[in-house]
């Protein structure tokens, strides 16, 4: 199992936050995760990036989550 990169739209930003989770993030628990931190649209949606830092976003500003893995063809930011 590869990667998994993270794209979560923030309402009223033109920008994205892009983030890789590391190698033993279970797709399925990840999206079960985002499924009920936005049920509800008041919690916070908490992910925790490859290196260990943490990123919190307001379930009411997010306007979609991407699920992606780095098997995708596609790279985000700078790459080796």
């Known amino acids: 199992m590869g990667l998994v990169d993270v794209r ?11 983030l890789q989770l ?11 995760q985002v499924d009920e931190s936005l049920g509800g649209g008041t919690g916070v949606l908490w992910l925790t ?3 260990g830092r943490q990123v919190g ?4 500003k ?6 992606g893995s780095d098997s995708d063809g596609r790279s985000i930011g700078f790459s080796s």
């Not at 979560?8 to 892009?18: C, F, K, L, P, Q």
């Not at 976003?57 to 009411?60: S, T």
């Not at 997010?62 to 699920?67: D, G, K, Q, R, S």
């Open 49 to 51: 990036d490859k290196r």
């Open 62 to 67: 997010v306007a979609y989550v991407e699920l």
């Open 22 to 32: 590391a190698d033993d993030t279970d797709r399925e628990a990840l999206r079960e």
């Open 8 to 18: 979560i739209g923030v309402t009223y930003s033109a920008r994205e936050i892009d």
């Open 57 to 60: 976003v307001p379930a009411d």
